[in-house]
């Protein structure tokens, strides 16, 4: 294409200069040319005849000195123009040059008519030669011009094809490039991996439906993340190819499907009955996405949590109608996954609060509204207390007391869990070191906290900084932690431990992979979990369980703790099923740090502080 552009540019560019040249020619022609000159040579001679004849009679010389200087300035013109290619010619033209000459002294000499006469003689040879010499090249002249009118309509029907080639290929292109832009546009709103709509094209498709109503319905794959981390990448694409099938099949008289993001899909219903048809559509993909997914000859499980917004024909398009199906979506998320919300006003509260308190929790440990509770952890066979879990809390300054249920997770998805984590771990050695050497403290860490390569590092620090001995730390994690990042995680227990920290698995039993945890890490101690406490007063399956749990343990070499003791009953059948320590309000609710000090004291007596670790 550039090629034959640049081909035919030059073909242009040459015939125009080769047509300014041909008009020129022509127009130097017309203007001047040997025709006139010759033909006004022949005029003078007769002239200058004329004059030498009158003179004659009447012997004024006059008129003859002024013909003669006109030939001899006609002559001179005539030999300075380009010269005729005829020898007989030039010689012709010679001659008569001479013989004007021979007629100077004509006009020195006092007169004389009888040179007078001479001289006419002399003139009249030449008087036909230079006529002719004047037709013939008016004549030449002629053929000249109309050769260069030949070559210049030549040019000009070159210029005029080159001109209509330029047309057909300028409309060839337009064509070209029309189809291109479609192609194109349609490769930008297509999403490449799955072949349905991308985010663009459903922007597209939200913000060119005016004066119609309109649902969104916003999914979102749940725990992708780890699909990705335990399969693979590619079983993670191959997954969302999948859903997009299944989509394509759940989401009848859908607008459109698109993928607006990794794991984030859209569907757009239109029409009167758009709210009620993505309701519809999203009880389908719910059943849909029940049945596994065969990702390369393996079975997968996973779920969707979605989000669904309405918008009337006159309420505001675009980015409201993806504000309030997030908002949909993370209460969705919040609420267990697995499920669909619709939007509802009262959301838009939960969001405020949930970002009022982002935003605050980032200065809440510089202005001590975080603090620890100590939670007693009781032998169960002496009834003396033997450590305390760290409980945290928030002390908000104007909203009060905020649930540990509430922030942790605000601070786990803003990515502040971190410096809290850390804040926690510096507290409960501060406590620990004002503790007897024969008590520990428990704590809490995050999955966050548990991939972040620092961790081991600061409580390491925290330890040493206050004199508190590793074994005195127990590191509570929940196995959902584990399963967020399971090499991570593990390989960072295997630090800690090293480092002699005590290692604890909490809420056994509520996952499905403890028992493979138990085996690929050696936790120092198990807690059962407080719901198979609450049950096992009216259920022998559940003290069933807690006793099977507790043989295990005990095969294994495990300190047991059961959680949530509550009544003298709970307390009977946890020690019955073998375990060794209990934590729940039977023996005390969290305590402030100087109320632990104060249990302590009260158990062991006024000398039981001589010795701290």
Request: one cysteine or more.
């Amino acid at each position: 294409m550039t090629l034959v552009t640049a081909a035919l540019a030059l073909i242009a560019v040459a015939s125009s200069f080769l047509a300014f040249s041909y008009q020129r020619h022509i127009v130097e022609a017309s203007r001047y040319n040997r025709t006139f000159d010759l033909g006004q040579t022949a005029v003078e001679l007769l002239r200058l005849q004329f004059a030498l004849q009158q003179s004659q009679t009447s012997g004024d010389i006059s008129d003859v000195v002024f013909r003669l200087s006109i030939i001899n300035n006609r002559l001179t013109i005539l030999s300075s123009s380009s010269s005729s290619s005829d020898p007989k010619q030039k010689a012709m033209l010679e001659d008569l040059k001479k013989v004007v000459s021979t007629l100077a002294p004509l006009v020195a000499e006092p007169h004389s008519p009888t040179a007078m006469r001479e001289g006419v003689s002399k003139l009249q040879p030449f008087i036909g030669p230079v006529l002719r010499l004047g037709s013939l090249s008016h004549a030449n002249v002629g053929d000249e011009i109309q050769q260069n009118q030949s070559q210049l309509s030549i040019i000009f029907a070159t210029i005029c094809f080159v001109t209509m080639t330029f047309v057909a290929f300028g409309a060839v292109l337009l064509v070209f490039v029309f189809r291109q832009n479609a192609k194109l546009d349609r490769v930008v709103r297509i999403d490449s991996l799955t072949g349905i709509a991308n985010r663009i094209g459903f922007h597209a498709s939200i913000s060119g439906k005016q004066n119609v109503e309109q649902s969104l319905i916003i999914l979102d794959v749940d725990h992708f993340k780890m699909i990705n981390d335990t399969l693979g990448h590619a079983s993670g694409d191959r997954l969302l190819v999948e859903l997009s099938k299944r989509l394509s099949t759940s989401c009848i008289g859908a607008s459109v499907i698109a993928r607006i993001g990794g794991d984030e899909f859209g569907i757009l219903y239109t029409g009167s009955n758009a709210a009620n048809e993505a309701v519809e559509c999203s009880k389908r993909i719910l059943q849909e996405v029940r049945a596994p997914f065969d990702i390369d000859g393996r079975l997968v499980t996973s779920s969707v949590s979605l989000g669904v917004s309405s918008s009337d024909v006159n309420s505001d398009r675009g980015s409201t109608l993806f504000r309030h199906a997030d908002i949909a979506l993370y209460e969705a998320k919040k609420a267990g996954r697995n499920q669909f919300m619709i939007f509802h006003p009262e959301m838009n509260q939960h969001l405020t609060r949930w970002q009022c308190l982002q935003n605050d929790l980032a200065t809440a440990t510089e202005t001590g509204q975080l603090f620890l509770l100590f939670q007693p952890i009781v032998d169960l066979a002496t009834d003396t207390t033997r450590g305390f879990e760290a409980l945290l809390r928030w002390q908000h300054p104007e909203l009060g007391l905020i649930s540990p249920v509430e922030f942790i997770p605000i601070a786990e998805e803003s990515g502040q869990i971190g410096p809290i984590g850390s804040w926690v771990i510096e507290a409960a050695c501060q406590q620990a070191a004002l503790l007897p050497t024969n008590t520990f403290i428990a704590v809490n860490v995050s999955a966050a906290q548990l991939t972040n390569p620092s961790l081991v590092l600061h409580t390491r620090a925290s330890l040493t900084k206050n004199g508190v001995s590793p074994e005195r730390l127990e590191i509570e994690i929940t196995e959902s932690t584990l399963i967020e990042n399971d090499e991570r995680a593990l390989s960072v227990l295997h630090e800690l431990r090293l480092m002699g920290c005590r290692i604890s698995l909490d809420d056994f039993g509520t996952g499905y992979a403890s028992l493979s945890y138990l085996r690929r890490f050696p936790f120092d101690k198990i807690k059962i979990d407080q719901s198979f406490l609450r049950g096992a007063s009216h259920s022998e399956e559940a003290a069933a369980i807690i006793a099977g749990t507790c043989d295990l343990a005990h095969r294994l070499k495990l300190t047991i703790v059961a959680e949530g003791i509550e009544t003298e009953e709970h307390r009977e059948i946890v020690r019955s099923a073998g375990c060794h320590l209990g934590q729940g309000y039977l023996f005390d609710k969290p305590l402030t740090a100087e109320a632990s000090l104060s249990r302590l004291t009260f158990e062991a007596g006024p000398d039981a502080f001589k010795k701290r670790g």
